[in-house]
């Protein structure tokens, strides 16, 4: 599989600010997305980054808040906007290639708002 | 009701003894099935995937599927601590839609 990874692993923020998540594969993949792992909680999907067009949103998940990017094959970010301490959470993306069935996952982010 | 069940444990056993952890789902659409494996703040990392019913088999590992009572199952054979972490399970209708998974179950494995 794939290598991928996650910037930052990390990160404390104030309230009211964004921080953008980076996602990179070492090589090209079919698919990205981005889950979000709250607190004791199992992983939710936000998101599918597709390359080159608008990310599709699970419900409950909006683009103001959650915008994502995918330029290319191999890159994907996620922002979470206009932070609350309620998003303090562990986001991770993951990758599927045309070759696969299912899902491999990065690190992950771990974010606490304050 | 969630789509996905899976009993949170802890679940705590001795080195050596066989493991069996279970996830339960509602929607019959749901054809793949997968079992995560994810240690303290790390990623979750792919242990077993099936498509079919049955079992499947990868060393010390069985995933088994019961489609008929939807129902799954992950076995642990001779376990070890380094397979304390959290269990998760997962599944999709299809397969590149989104896997929905069950809230995972923590395991310790006691030297």
Redesign the interface.
């Known amino acids: 599989?794939a290598v991928i990874s996650q910037k930052p692993s990390r990160d404390i923020c104030q309230r009211g600010t964004s921080l953008t998540i980076q996602c990179q594969v070492d090589s090209q993949v079919t698919?990205m997305?981005w889950y979000r792992q709250q607190p004791g909680?199992?992983?939710?999907?936000i998101a599918?980054a597709n390359q080159g067009s608008e990310a599709t949103y699970?419900s409950g998940f909006v683009i103001d808040k959650f915008p994502i990017s995918r330029p290319n094959l191999t890159f994907s970010t996620l922002t979470v906007s206009n932070m609350s301490p309620e998003d303090s959470s562990i986001y991770?993306c993951s990758y599927?290639t045309v070759r696969t069935?299912?899902?491999?996952?990065?690190?992950?982010t771990?974010l606490t708002v304050l | 009701q969630k789509e996905v069940e899976?009993d949170p444990g802890p679940l705590s056993v001795p080195e050596g003894a066989i493991v069996s952890l279970n996830c339960t789902y509602s929607n019959s659409a749901f054809q793949?099935f997968?079992w995560?494996r994810q240690y303290s703040?790390?990623?979750?990392?792919?242990l077993m995937?099936t498509?079919s019913s049955g079992n499947k088999e990868d060393g010390r590992f069985t995933a088994q599927v019961d489609k008929s009572s939807k129902y799954i199952s992950l076995f642990i054979r001779d376990s070890q601590p380094s397979d304390s972490a959290t269990y998760?399970c997962?599944m999709s209708a299809l397969?590149?839609q989104?896997?929905v998974?069950?809230?995972?179950t923590r395991l310790t494995i006691n030297p």
Do not use: N
């Open positions: 599989s698919m997305f909680q199992s992983l939710t999907l599918t699970e991770l599927k069935d299912t899902q491999y996952f990065g690190p992950g771990r | 899976q793949y997968m995560y703040r790390k990623g979750p990392e792919l995937y498509y998760l997962a397969v590149a989104k896997l998974f069950g809230q995972g």
